[in-house]
């Protein structure tokens, strides 16, 4: 009982000791995704359910939920965000060569079909990005069609 007692204590100093350590967050002033909307040209509608359902792991902006103050779950919303921004940050969709861009709304397209996007775990914890089948359907239509224009090498308008 005596050592059980101590690992706890231990373990619980862990867990204080973590709390001041806090990843950097991902912040980002203004409009950040300006390129990927002009070049996508989404409805309204689309990119709401884009901001709401996909920014806060696919842009350089997250708005953080009030439990991202505690350690060890910042740490892993941090590294989740990292992963994201890893494969499609809509940030930084200037930076994407045409081929690549057509090719990442390819995925989009894919991922919302099969349902894998939002992240399950996500939609959990925010009920708004959990998308209804008439949302799934306007942005694959936004997608396709961006699509489509970008494999004729123009922007879409
Ligand atoms: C909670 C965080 C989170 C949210 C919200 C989220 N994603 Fe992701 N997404 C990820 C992570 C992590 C990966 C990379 C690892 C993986 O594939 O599981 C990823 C991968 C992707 C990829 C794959 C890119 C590639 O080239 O392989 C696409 C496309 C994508 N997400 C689209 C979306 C869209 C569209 C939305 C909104 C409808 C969305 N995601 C919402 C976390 C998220």
């Not at 300006?34 to 884009?50: A, D, Q, W």
């Not at 494969?87 to 989009?108: A, C, M, P, R």
Request: with cysteine; proline share 4%; aromatic share 10%.
């Amino acid at each position: 009982m005596k050592i059980v007692k101590k690992i706890a204590v231990i373990l619980l100093l862990v867990l204080l000791a973590m709390q001041f350590y806090r990843p950097v967050k991902n912040l980002s002033q203004g409009n950040h995704s300006v390129t990927f909307i002009t070049e996508t040209n989404p409805s309204v509608r689309v990119r709401e359910i884009l901001e709401n359902a996909c920014y806060d792991c696919h842009s350089n902006n997250t708005r953080y939920p009030w439990y991202n103050t505690i350690a060890p779950v910042s740490f892993w919303l941090s590294n989740h965000i990292d992963d994201a921004k890893e494969e499609l940050n809509f940030s930084i969709w200037g930076d994407y060569s045409t081929q690549k861009k057509s090719h990442k709304l390819e995925e989009v397209i894919e991922l919302i079909e099969n349902d894998e996007m939002p992240l399950k775990p996500y939609t959990w914890m925010h009920s708004e990005a959990k998308l209804t089948t008439e949302e799934k359907q306007a942005v694959i239509a936004w997608a396709k069609r961006s699509r489509t224009l970008y494999q004729l090498n123009q922007q879409p308008r």
